[in-house]
């Protein structure tokens, strides 16, 4: 029996296989459909064995839209493009011009979506570390689970060529009941012990001479602030499975975005508590976070650090750098810009940071592209002026960034989405994983006060993946 649902979706990819012979390209069709609620860390692990390498996880600190993808039909990547931006923008637009959409309710976030991020610096040479991801890797899912505010959604991607079979295209709905029974029946066991081996800070005591280089630069130069990275190597005794860190860092981080990008091998994994843009419609939002402190061991603790980073000169210097930044950017693509008299705190289970939300209104033809592209990075990831900061960056610091410090997110077909800064986050290749973290250093700066910040900024990861607390060289 065909149902008058099937019918209608075997007349629209008729429509899409004579839209791609038209065109002469495949055309992007798209189905989506209201479902129960599922658990989003079940749906991803329920395409562990097919699609290992092809997922990705997507959640935001208030849970409003969470996203899971598995499978890809279509890759965009590329080593080296300095119009990258505008690259991603114009073959997505092209795609989504032709698309065939069949969805009942106009929702951000459903319907066909590019997940995906950039590196740091398009014009640093890549390493192998980061040699599965290249300078940006965007991705279109096959399936993609959307829970919006509460409602989950089950979207179907594929692409459709003239010539296509679409009697074939059964074999999708099939494949898409077994990874919701699989989901729908899925048991989380108790995460196995991956017993750490080894923790290698590389090359602490260069790094600490690299900050007191930039200090001396910044007190005898135009250069206001760079922010300088490093990274931790952890070693386990085996493979470090991505969903029971993706459940760890959901308990442990629930403030903070939680994503997971897979590419091939590897994947990208963390918590972080800064959103870079986030667009609906022609409402715009960003973050400035720049500034932190540990958290006390007793709320009495808690509380006066957090009054001494709200009072602290170096600190409230360096956050009014970012909101200075990330306000002038924004006046450059909307028509008004909001921003609170001063910052607050916002606290995670390891740190507490100075933060500032940033609002605006775009106009109609401003892209989630273009926003990324006038945000990054800003000055609590790359310093002052933007520019130099990046260049002596590129020269400077002994770690290729790769995807690090960088924005990672979404777009959907209606341009809206949310990018986040790819910070408190570690690159795992089998059961190595490398962490990164970063500071701002200015001139009143102490390399072994950044030293010792960069070390807190490690501790959600080294929670999340098992570690311990006290790295060794």
Request: charged content about 25%; glycine content about 6%; overall charge negative.
């Amino acid at each position: 029996m065909i149902t008058a649902n099937k019918m209608n979706i075997m007349e629209n990819l008729h429509k899409a296989r004579v839209a791609a012979k038209e065109t002469n390209s495949s055309v992007l069709f798209s189905e989506v459909t209201k479902i129960g609620m599922l658990d989003p860390l079940s749906f991803y692990q329920s395409g562990n064995e097919s699609y290992t390498g092809d997922r990705f996880f997507w959640q935001d600190p208030k849970k409003e839209t969470v996203l899971v993808g598995i499978g890809k039909i279509d890759v965009f990547q590329s080593s080296h493009n300095q119009n990258r931006y505008n690259t991603i923008e114009q073959r997505w637009e092209k795609l989504i011009d032709h698309a065939c959409i069949i969805k009942n309710q106009d929702v951000p976030g459903t319907g066909p979506l590019l997940f995906g991020g950039f590196s740091f610096d398009s014009a640093k040479n890549s390493s192998l570390l980061w040699d599965q991801f290249g300078d940006h890797l965007f991705y279109i899912p096959k399936y993609l689970l959307s829970i919006i505010d509460g409602q989950a959604y089950l979207t179907i991607n594929a692409l459709i060529d003239h010539e296509d079979d679409l009697s074939l295209l059964t074999e999708s709905d099939k494949e898409k009941d077994e990874l919701l029974e699989k989901a729908l029946n899925y048991v989380e066991q108790p995460a196995a012990q991956n017993e750490l081996l080894e923790q290698i800070e590389v090359c602490p005591e260069e790094w600490k001479d690299t900050v007191q280089s930039a200090i001396n630069e910044i007190r005898t130069t135009d250069l206001d602030k760079i922010v300088l990275a490093r990274e931790t190597r952890l070693r386990f005794q085996s493979d470090i499975s991505p969903a029971p860190v993706l459940n760890r860092l959901a308990r442990e981080q629930p403030t903070s975005f939680i994503f997971c990008y897979e590419s091939g091998s590897d994947y990208f994994i963390g918590a972080s508590p800064e959103q870079l843009v986030k667009k609906n419609g022609t409402t715009l939002s960003s973050a400035c976070l720049a500034g932190s402190i540990a958290r006390g061991k007793t709320a009495e603790e808690d509380d006066l650090l957090g009054k001494t980073l709200l009072h602290d000169q170096k600190n409230l210097i360096e956050h009014q750098y970012v909101v200075s930044m990330i306000k002038h950017a924004m006046e450059t693509i909307c028509r008004k810009v909001s921003v609170p008299d001063g910052p607050e705190l916002m606290k995670t289970k390891h740190i507490q940071h100075l933060y500032t939300p940033v609002s605006g209104e775009c106009t109609e033809d401003i892209s989630i592209f273009d926003c990324v592209e006038k945000l990054h990075p800003t000055p609590a990831m790359g310093g002052l002026p933007k520019e130099k900061a990046v260049e002596r960056i590129r020269e400077l610091e002994i770690l290729e960034r790769g995807f690090y410090a960088s924005p990672i997110g979404w777009t959907d077909g209606k341009g809206n989405g949310e990018f986040a800064v790819a910070i408190r986050s570690a690159l795992v290749q089998g059961n190595e994983a490398s962490l990164f973290a970063g500071c701002g250093i200015v001139e009143d700066s102490e390399p072994e006060s950044e030293y010792i910040e960069t070390a807190i900024k490690f501790k959600p990861m080294l929670s999340a993946l098992g570690g311990n607390l006290h790295a060794t060289s």
